[in-house]
């Protein structure tokens, strides 16, 4: 029992770090966007969404890679084997540099002819768009290599060192929003040279202090034949669910780009980084969770497993309401006084990707839970099928002339229910979770507490508007959440958790 105690203070210290990283890095970002729009243009900025986009339907390999690297480190680590450590990082890092130079091939044949063969973009701007493309590969690429020691920082729970090198990270890119104004070449492609340099920085930092910090994160060109196998395999079945998952969203950015031009495309982006910006408080929180679920498996300490599992959920959730809600009610002043000059559509975008940003933190826990056992193919096919599913909804609401936002209730209704019920199967076949306790635990509070609170904010939001809206939701949302959170959605014990976590930050204070 002590060493949870020890475990859950390790866990609240990851997560206290996390959330002043997050958010400044929040504002940070949020703040970039207005710069860049302002500096780019509504044009340019949508240029770049979309060129970037190309790159990004490639992150699928980047995700999946993180995925394996920080789960066969985090089980090597639970097992405290410092040996096998050392073979995953290296066999890691060579993964790596084999499918970055595969996916800058195949980035440079076939992104070129689609950017200069499909995209709508104006011709006056389709050389900066080139330039843009090829520095946005080489930014790719930077990161790429970076996974083995991000997921060495997030394995050992250094998370205090991903938090300030994130928000240097943040940092530096503001100062390249800023400095593009002071350019006199091309701004799009200044913007771009720029942020590869920007990755390589942080390539350096994170590789200069994990080869510092942890014996077994030196890389010395070893490739283990039997981890290789083991993470090729699990790692191919999370290429094949990431690739579905990145093929949706970009899919859905070349829809918009061909059935509604680039002002579409930076409404999206702008909804996009409202999303970054809201996902990556309960995204922390998830975190510093993360290692204890994986080490919890690979120890055999199944019961502490489940428990793990239903409170990240429920307390994601709290995590995500209150922020999410409020940008919902708000979205139009918020824009609007970030922006400046709004591109049409954003805000239902942003009130359409917030709700199933709502539905992922939810089931957030579930995916880790089922990569920490290793047994995923089938859960990937599943999800897979659910994500193209989405793509050829959206294809068929848009061949329709559907509105763009409303669209996206398709992704609602299938990478968001559709993958919560998935999730569950698999959390029941393969952990044994008690699916009946969870529902009843987890599920049902969440439920009595949307059903309370929603007449509330649909009052309050009929009947007020602009800042009286935004002060008026602020308050009456506010204490309804507080005080349905403490009565309705929290259990006894975890609300005796969160006081006590609350009474010792106020003593550290």
């Given at each position: ?16 770090a ?15 966007s ?6 780019l ?9 979309v060129?970037?986009s190309?790159?990004?339907?490639f ?12 789960r ?17 990082f ?27 063969n ?34 060495s ?16 990270d ?28 920007e ?11 994990c080869t ?15 981890i ?65 679920i ?15 599992i ?19 009610l ?6 609007d ?23 992922d ?118 204490l ?30």
């Amino acid at each position: 029992m002590s060493n949870y105690t020890s475990e859950n203070k390790k866990i609240a210290k990851n997560t206290l770090a996390l959330y002043a990283r997050t958010i400044i890095v929040m504002l940070v970002s949020l703040y970039v966007s207005r710069v860049l729009l302002n500096k780019l243009g509504v044009d340019d900025y949508g240029i770049y969404n979309v060129v970037g986009s190309i790159v990004i339907l490639f992150s699928f390999l980047n995700n999946a890679l993180t995925a394996s690297s920080q789960r066969f480190l985090t089980v090597a680590l639970g097992e405290e084997d410092n040996i096998k450590m050392c073979k995953v990082f290296n066999t890691s890092v060579s993964i790596q540099i084999i499918l970055v130079a595969v996916s800058v091939v195949l980035l440079e044949v076939g992104g070129t002819w689609f950017l200069n063969n499909r995209l709508n973009i104006p011709e006056e701007r389709l050389d900066a768009a080139n330039y843009a493309f090829q520095f946005s590969i080489l930014t790719f690429a930077l990161n790429f290599i970076r996974v083995p020691y991000s997921a060495s920082v997030v394995a050992y729970e250094r998370l205090d060192f991903f938090a300030y090198a994130s928000i240097v990270d943040a940092v530096l890119k503001l100062g390249i929003a800023f400095m593009i104004g002071f350019t006199g070449y091309d701004r799009l492609v200044t913007y771009s040279f720029m942020l590869a340099f920007e990755s390589f920085v942080m390539l350096l930092v994170y590789k200069i202090f994990c080869t510092r910090t942890f014996n077994t994160c030196r890389y010395n060109g070893i490739l283990d034949k039997k981890i290789f196998k083991e993470m090729f395999m699990f790692s191919g079945w999370t290429l094949f669910g990431g690739f579905s998952n990145v093929a949706t969203q970009n899919g859905f950015l070349f829809m918009l780009n061909m059935f509604c031009g680039v002002v579409a495309n930076a409404a999206m982006g702008i909804a996009n980084q409202v999303l970054t910006a809201l996902v990556t408080f309960v995204s922390s929180f998830q975190t510093s969770f993360q290692p204890q679920i994986v080490k919890s498996y690979a120890q055999g300490e199944i019961s502490r497993l489940h428990s793990l599992i239903n409170s990240t959920s429920k307390f994601s959730f709290a995590l995500m309401f209150l922020p999410a809600c409020l940008l919902i009610l708000n979205i139009d002043l918020v824009l609007d006084l970030w922006l400046g000059n709004v591109p049409e559509n954003a805000g239902h975008f942003c009130q359409i990707l917030i709700v199933c940003s709502m539905i992922d933190a939810v089931t957030g826990p579930f995916y880790c839970a089922i990569m920490a056992t290793g047994k995923i193919a089938k859960y990937q096919i599943l999800i897979s099928i659910s994500f193209l599913l989405d793509l050829l909804l959206s294809f068929l609401l848009f061949k329709m002339g559907i509105e763009p936002y409303l669209i996206l209730i398709s992704r609602i209704m299938t990478r968001g229910f559709l993958n919560a019920f998935v999730g569950m199967y698999f959390l029941r076949s393969l952990l044994g979770h008690d699916m009946k306790l969870y529902l009843r635990k987890t599920i049902s509070p969440i439920l009595l507490f949307l059903l309370i609170i929603s007449p509330v904010a649909y009052v309050v939001y009929s009947n007020f508007d602009g800042i009286r809206l935004l002060v008026v939701s602020v308050s009456v949302v506010s204490l309804t959440f507080l005080f349905l959170s403490y009565y309705i959605l929290f259990a006894p014990s975890e609300r005796q958790y969160i006081m006590s976590f609350v009474k010792k930050f106020k003593e550290r204070g």
